[in-house]
């Protein structure tokens, strides 16, 4: 059983930068997919970037382009999301995701139904 436990998040200031964590347990082998969703209240769950494991290719929404960074370490088997400057809008709760699939495309990555495992989220608070 695969299980995936985000950190880092928290209340930070316009402008701010914060790293999310996501720690990965269980069987996931060969080449699999990761990305990070949000949902901020009152909003239908999004999603932040994506990024095929093991290959590297990576894809991100287009307002948080040049700003966030998404990254994964194998020999810790975590993904990370290093966010810099942080907008009252990136406010939401950051869920990590997985897919057993590779999901080699933007379009592919960007749909939630792909992913199979999900975390139990983590809330990043941007204040003005």
């Known amino acids: 059983q695969v299980q995936l436990s985000e950190s880092g998040g928290g209340l930070v200031q316009t402008g701010d930068s914060l790293r999310l964590s996501c720690a990965i347990s269980?069987?996931?082998?060969?080449?699999?997919?990761m990305g990070w969703f949000r949902q901020a209240p009152g909003k239908e769950r999004e999603f932040v970037a994506g990024?095929?494991?093991?290959?590297?290719?990576?894809y991100y929404k287009d307002s948080v382009k040049g700003r966030f960074t998404i990254s994964g370490d194998s020999a810790k088997n975590t993904m990370y999301l290093q966010m810099n400057g942080l907008k009252p809008e990136d406010a939401a709760v950051y869920y990590c995701?997985?897919?057993?699939?590779?999901?080699?495309?933007?379009?592919?990555?960007?749909?939630?139904?792909?992913?199979?495992?999900w975390g139990q989220g983590t809330q990043v608070t941007v204040s003005s």
């Open positions: 995701a997985a897919s057993r699939a590779p999901l080699g495309q933007a379009s592919l990555l960007q749909d939630a139904a792909r992913f199979d495992y």
């Open positions: 269980g069987p996931l082998f060969g080449s699999f997919a």
């Open positions: 990024i095929t494991w093991g290959a590297g290719d990576s």
